[in-house]
């Protein structure tokens, strides 16, 4: 390819996706600090999308709703967005604690 071509190319821009993997998603929203602790939160039952108990390749999507049990602790969340990669201070934009 020459130069004026490679000058000329269009950027190409990266869509926003539109669902994810459950234990990706609590990793990058920082709702579990680690992705090996999602996935293992998940595979052991402490995690529900929409009421349903979720395995960690469970996709989620915007609305969903988030259930999570460490011990005597239960919290709901919904998710308000998704992305791929957010800054640590953004992370808390990504979904909405709900009263349990």
Known sequence: MSRKAIEN???VEKATPTSMRLDK????????KRRSVANDACSTGHVTVNGR???????????DVLG????????EYEIVSI???????DAAQMFRPLEA
């Not at 108990?53 to 609305?63: F, H, L, M």
């Not at 999570?68 to 919290?75: A, C, D, L, Q, V």
């Not at 992305?83 to 201070?89: G, I, L, T």
């Open 9 to 11: 190319r269009k950027p």
């Open 25 to 32: 998603y609590l990793k990058i929203s920082r709702i579990i």
């Open 83 to 89: 992305a791929e990669h957010v800054a640590k201070q």
């Open 68 to 75: 999570i049990r460490f011990g005597e602790k239960y919290s």
């Open 53 to 63: 108990e979720a395995k960690p390749g469970t996709d989620v999507r915007v609305g």
